[in-house]
Structure formats: structure tokens, C-alpha cells
């Protein structure tokens, strides 16, 4: 990510888009707790305040390594973090990287993932210069499908037994969204 030092805050309509810090782990336990949000990410409901301390801990070192950003999405009017959006597995040499995000349930339906994803798409492209962001979803996660088809992203194909997460091989339809189509989109 090519000139990235300080966190950056993005702000939408009805949202800030933050660093995580230790002082969110209550937030994170909260809803990365909840088996219907955690039922397409490919981890175990988190159990304890220990696990969402291992989240952000992820999250401050893909920064600091260079390989990824996860910004905690919050309503402008609260600061509790309801989520995450954000990039991994960042490959600066191919201009590429994978997005994700997942919401508090009680949020759902309700527009806010698709707001803070187009801010963080729009980010990746103006600002880290990628070329192509893709997502990765499980062939049952209808919702997060739509999420991206909305945005734009092209379904390229089928990942079989891609993943071997929380004991089983898990096929992923592999989504991309190059910049010229966001650009189209805009």
C-alpha cells in the first residue's frame, strides 16, 4: 500500500470507517460471537474477549506488514464498531487483493454493508492503485453474493474444496471487480 502510514478514516453518509483497537474487543465478541455471522467466514463463533484481541491483533499486523487494511464500521452517531470491511492478502506486485466484511446481525438488511463496502472499493482503487479486488464467498451465502453483485463484481468460476476451514473443504465462487468497471459504474 503505497504511501499508508497513519490509519486512514473513511466517512460515508451514515458511517465511520476506523482502526480497531483493544477498546473494541467487547464490540467485536459481541457479534463475531453470533453463529449466524460467523456461519460463512470459515472461523468458529468466537467464545472469549481473548479471540476478539486475536482479531485486532490480525488486523494491526496485515497494516503493518503491508498486506491487507480492516477498518471497524461504526455509525456516525455511535462508536461502537458493528463490523469490518476491509482488504487481505494484498498482492501490491499484481495490483490485486481480496475484500471482506461482516456485520452485526441486528444491522443487517439495512444498506449498511453495502455503504461501507463501496467506500472501501473506491479506497482500494484511488488510493492503494489496485488494478483488481476480488471476493471470495461460499456458494450458500446468497446475501454476501448480492452485496458484491450490487457493487459491480463479475462471479469468474468455482474454487473447489478451496478453503479447509472449521473441519471441512469449503467451495468458494471466486468475484472480481477490476477498476475500469467501478470507474464505469461511478
Not at 460463512?40 to 498486506?67: N, R, V
Not at 446475501?143 to 479447509?164: A, D, H
Request: charged share 25%.
Amino acid at each position: 500500500m503505497v504511501g499508508v502510514n497513519a490509519f486512514p478514516i473513511l466517512r460515508t453518509d451514515r458511517l465511520i470507517l476506523r482502526q480497531v483497537t483493544k477498546e473494541d474487543a467487547s464490540s467485536l465478541l459481541n457479534y463475531l460471537s453470533n453463529e449466524d455471522v460467523m456461519k460463512h467466514i470459515g472461523l468458529e463463533p468466537f467464545k472469549s474477549i481473548d479471540d476478539a484481541l486475536d482479531e485486532i491483533s490480525w488486523y494491526q499486523s496485515i497494516f503493518e506488514k503491508k498486506t491487507g487494511i480492516r477498518w471497524g464500521i461504526t455509525l456516525k452517531d455511535q462508536g461502537e464498531v458493528i463490523g469490518s470491511c476491509g482488504f487481505l492478502n494484498l498482492v501490491s506486485k499484481h495490483y490485486r487483493s481480496e475484500v471482506g466484511i461482516e456485520l452485526s446481525e441486528e444491522h443487517w438488511g439495512k444498506g449498511i454493508a453495502s455503504e461501507a463496502l463501496e467506500a472501501v472499493i473506491k479506497y482500494g482503487f484511488e488510493q492503494m492503485n489496485l488494478q483488481r479486488i476480488e471476493a471470495l464467498i461460499e456458494p450458500p451465502n446468497l446475501p454476501s453474493q448480492k452485496l458484491v453483485e450490487r457493487q459491480g463484481f463479475i462471479r469468474e468460476g468455482l474454487l473447489r474444496s478451496y478453503e479447509f476451514t472449521v473441519g471441512k473443504f469449503d467451495d468458494l465462487y471466486m468475484y472480481s471487480l477490476l477498476k475500469q468497471d467501478f470507474n464505469i459504474k461511478q
